[in-house]
T-cell receptor, first 116, second 114 residues
Framework: DTGVSQDPRHKITKRGQNVTFRCDPI?????LYWYRQTLGQGPEFLTY????????KSRLLSDRFSAERPKGSFSTLEIQRTEQGDSAMYLC??????????????FGPGTRLTVL | AQSVTQLGSHVSVSEGALVLLRCNYS??????LFWYVQYPNQGLQLLLKYTSAATLVKGINGFEAEFKKSETSFHLTKPSAHMSDAAEYFC????????????FGTGTRLTIIP
């Protein structure tokens, strides 16, 4: 079990640039989630996938944000025309549907984005 | 909508003393509740979760939490603090059976005094 991995771990970009983050879930986990965490706050839900289908998106996910999970394995989160307010830690998590209550979400180490 | 409130953004306890981190929830339906720990430069790690099977939930590293419906609380405790417990702790809630979306509190930073 290698855990959830995210790449890159750190990204510094200039305002207006596009950035893309990658998340590799735990093998065989069919659900994948993206959260955003700003300084001094808890993670906030952005979106989640079941296999390749994106089933829910938060209002936090403006139209500059897009997430994909094309083959139901890894996922990418792209931010277009970055703004300073996008500076945050972007967390990915995965889980497997077990049919029991409240399946555990396993989190990756995150990608820290700094927009200058 | 569901939410959690963590009282105390910073808590300091002496090594060997009781750890008590507070979490109150708000939910219109029976919730599922979680405690996660976050060490510097690491991802969130699940400590324990409440799924209505038992009100007293035991987790990893000696932590436990008790679900109290009358008080809408899910406080985290550990009888004796260890230096390695220093971290940020997050309470979270979901109302979905499949846990499709977690709502987190703002976190409590725990400092252990030698």
């Amino acid at each position: 079990d290698t855990g959830v991995s995210q790449d890159p771990r750190h990204k510094i970009t200039k305002r207006g640039q596009n950035v893309t983050f990658r998340c590799d879930p735990i093998s065989e986990h069919n659900r994948l989630y993206w959260y955003r965490q700003t300084l001094g706050q808890g993670p906030e839900f952005l979106t989640y996938f079941q296999n390749e289908a994106q089933l829910e998106k938060s209002r936090l996910l403006s139209d500059r944000f897009s997430a994909e999970r094309p083959k139901g394995s890894f996922s990418t989160l792209e931010i277009q025309r970055t703004e300073q307010g996008d500076s945050a830690m972007y967390l990915c998590a995965s889980s497997i549907l077990t049919g029991t209550p409240a399946d555990t979400q396993y989190f990756g180490p995150g990608t820290r984005l700094t927009v200058l | 909508a569901q939410s959690v409130t963590q009282l105390g953004s910073h808590v300091s306890v002496s090594e060997g003393a009781l750890v008590l981190l507070r979490c109150n929830y708000s939910s219109s339906v029976p919730p599922y509740l979680f405690w996660y720990v976050q060490y510097p430069n690491q991802g969130l790690q699940l400590l324990l979760k409440y799924t209505s099977a038992a009100t007293l939930v035991k987790g990893i590293n000696g932590f436990e939490a008790e679900f109290k419906k009358s008080e809408t609380s899910f406080h985290l405790t550990k009888p004796s603090a260890h230096m390695s417990d220093a971290a940020e702790y997050f309470c979270a809630v979901t109302i979905n059976f499949g846990n499709e979306k977690l709502t987190f509190g703002t976190g409590t930073r725990l400092t252990i005094i030698p």
